[in-house]
């Protein structure tokens, strides 16, 4: 099966912050990556999303990077809030239908 | 637009029973695929379902099955339930006739096997 880690499975970091979260996947042939963000007691939620053909893509706070030659993605978060604490997982969605997700890290902002 | 509706949100069952969880998609979405999400093992892929028929599926026994009717909606079912089948389900929806895009999630089933 495929594998999908992440680099730290917790973060903490100051309001105002820059957050970094970091992933690892392993299917060169993937094509497209999201990130999810997931609350306490919620389903996981779209943050952002880049394909393959994509280095970086940017949303309202958050940017995503993929470096395919080393099979990283990061999703990088600005300004950091409390309502960003959370688990985040990253995905990767190789030729198919199917999508892998790595176990997630939790990050927490402190106030 | 109704989102990802996964029915009931919590349920407690004993060893050996088994049981039933319900998913209703977002309107228009036809491939429907479930998850087991555990702590420390992230979503763990269980299948994936498209026009009534299963497309995909990930690694887990035969005790575990699912269904998709004609208007899309999906059931999983675990039959002779173990403790550690003790997880949150999630049920995830995407568009039709799209590749890469997201999958939508409901809030999933927390199941509790005593």
């Known amino acids: 099966g495929e594998s999908v880690g992440l680099h730290l499975p917790t973060l903490s970091v100051q309001e105002g912050d820059n957050s970094i979260i970091n992933c690892a996947y392993s299917?060169?042939?993937?094509?497209?990556f999201i990130w999810y963000k997931q609350e306490s007691g919620k389903g996981p939620q779209f943050i952002i999303d880049?394909?393959?053909?994509?280095d970086k893509r940017q949303g309202q706070r958050v940017t995503v990077l993929l470096n395919k030659t080393v099979k990283h993605l990061s999703l990088q978060i600005a300004a950091t809030q409390p309502g960003d604490s959370a688990v985040y997982f990253c995905?990767?969605?190789?030729?198919?239908?199917?999508?892998?997700f790595g176990t997630g890290t939790s990050l927490t902002v402190i106030p | 637009k109704a989102g990802v509706t996964q029915t009931p949100r919590y349920l407690i069952k004993t060893r050996g029973q088994q049981v039933t969880l319900s998913c209703s998609p977002i309107?228009?979405?036809?491939?429907v695929s479930w998850y087991q999400q555990t702590p420390g093992q992230g979503l763990q892929f269980l299948f994936e379902?498209?026009?009534?028929?299963?497309?995909n599926k990930g690694n887990f026994p035969g005790r575990f099955s699912g269904r998709q009717f004609s208007n899309s909606r999906s059931e999983m079912n675990v039959s002779t339930l173990e403790l550690g089948d003790s997880a949150l389900y999630l049920c995830?929806?995407?568009?039709?006739?799209?590749?890469?895009?997201?999958?939508?999630f409901g809030q999933g089933t927390r199941l509790t096997v005593v």
């Open positions: 995830a929806s995407r568009p039709t006739g799209v590749m890469n895009t997201e999958a939508f």
């Open positions: 299917n060169s042939a993937s094509d497209y």
């Open positions: 880049i394909r393959s053909n994509m």
């Open positions: 995905a990767e969605k190789p030729t198919g239908n199917q999508f892998y």
């Open positions: 309107s228009g979405h036809r491939s």
């Open positions: 379902y498209f026009s009534e028929t299963q497309r």
